[in-house]
Nanobody, 116 residues
Framework: QVQLMESGGGLVQAGGSLRLSCAAS????????MGWYRQAPGKQRESVAV???????DYVESAKGRFSISRDSAKNTMYLQMNSLKPEETGVYYC??????????WGQGTQVTVSS
């Protein structure tokens, strides 16, 4: 089974930027959409950004204008560029691949900590 591996997390000051990557171990068929989720301490996992198989993107309201999701199909990799980060955006970021008729794929997560 294809595995997802996130990277690019770390510690950054408020107002800084990070670029997260999610690399798949192989090509994936039947992809409906790919996305990034965030789980803050003591909170439920929430969707941050999504890109559909048609290339349409959407973001959580608080991230619009600052985050950008993209993908490189040739590299089986998805990215999340995060600018002007805020302390409340601290959490573990997970990549997700929604598949037609199958259980979605999840990565193991990467920690993002934004200091004030």
């Amino acid at each position: 089974q294809v595995q997802l591996m996130e990277s690019g997390g770390g510690l950054v000051q408020a107002g800084g930027s990070l670029r997260l990557s999610c690399a798949a171990s192989g090509s994936i068929n039947g992809v409906d959409a790919m996305g990034w989720y965030r789980q803050a301490p003591g909170k439920q996992r929430e969707s941050v950004a999504v890109i559909t198989r048609f290339g349409r993107t959407d973001y959580v309201e608080s991230a619009k204008g600052r985050f950008s999701i993209s993908r490189d199909s040739a590299k089986n990799t998805m990215y999340l560029q995060m600018n002007s980060l805020k302390p409340e955006e601290t959490g573990v970021y997970y990549c997700n691949v929604a598949l037609t008729g199958r259980v979605p794929l999840w990565g193991q997560g990467t920690q993002v900590t934004v200091s004030s």
